[in-house]
């Protein structure tokens, strides 16, 4: 399986193009859609988000509901491109128009100067547009697609919010991913403690008052995982490090860690290994789930719990110090529209590319011409390693 994402942040459409789900799967585009509304949602967004009311439509590799086999095509219309047709045109147009909107003062923590200096732009809204968190939109897309195969096979995925802003979350133990994700879709702010949801919401309205933003860290858990995707023998096929890149890759995601994560290094091995057990009716088992479900670069049967931290979102209405690249004199930064925080949002996006490895490295490992033969595949290897 692998796929491509286009489209720019203020363009006419957003699109995804996947190959290499198999044939036969059910798939509608309120399965899409119904993550596009989450990734839109959460307490704090902003003005954008009130514009777009996200859609997808399949153009190919769906048929009266099921996947054909063939590439999937899928495009998002972005409702707001109708104010920026000038701005946005793909047609040369007039000097005068092309001053519009013209971006020269970038912006502290996010692509515009790097990206201007790297492809030589003069002005800094082609960094800006490509590099925008709306990118993500068909990252979620793909992911819900992905999440759609892998609920056929009997995994289930949730995320929810564990750090808001620098405020722990405090987790009751020992829930389910099925309880984690009740508990949090109940929550504008994606936490499954009720108990902090007016204090992180009051405190998400003080950052706005004060023209700031809030990152944090957002956890996402698989359960259902079968034993052994992923591979020891080589670096790039260890699937912990293909998440880890799969997640740091998301806008704004600057750290990735696994169950324990970097807790691990304050505590002895004793504390951290995960006791294996034994039973007829579940077979191997861990007593704990210290290593977020990896041994070697392997899955190994437990759920696997991994988390990434978003930096604070660098777009700030009260801006800045920059500098303008035409003059090489200070500025203050651009204002683009923004929100104080779009860590629920972030959540959704990283369940999402989470799924989509893990149904990239099932597609890899199993025979998956039709889902039929995908299913029965998985359910082989399932009694094998249950009974080894």
Known sequence: MRYLTAGESHGPRLTAIIEGIPAGLPLTAEDINEDLK?????????DRMKIESDQVVFTSGVRHGKTTGAPITMDVINKDHQKWLDIMSAEDIEDRL??????THPRPGHADLVGGI????????NSLERSSARETTMRVAVGAVA??????LN????????VFGGKEIDVPENLTVAEIKERAAQSEVSIVNQEREQEIKDYIDQIKRDGDTIGGVVETVVGGV???????VQWDRKLDARLAQAVVSINAFKGVEFGLGFEAGYRKGSQVMDEILWSEEDGYTRRTNNLGGF???MTNGQPIVVRGVMKPIPTLYKPLMSVDIETHEPYKATVERSDPTALPAAGVVMEAVVATVLAQEILEKFSSDNLEELKEAVAKH????KNY
């Open 147 to 152: 999440k759609r195969l892998l609920a056929e």
């Open 226 to 232: 079968p034993v052994g995707l992923g591979s020891y």
């Open 155 to 162: 995994m289930e995925t949730a995320n929810h919010v564990v």
């Open 38 to 46: 989450r990734r839109q949602g959460g307490y704090g967004r902003g």
């Open 382 to 385: 399932r009694d094998y390693t």
């Open 118 to 125: 790297k492809y030589r732009f003069d002005d800094l809204r």
């Open 98 to 103: 092309k001053s519009k909107r013209k971006i």
């Open 295 to 297: 041994e070697g670069g």
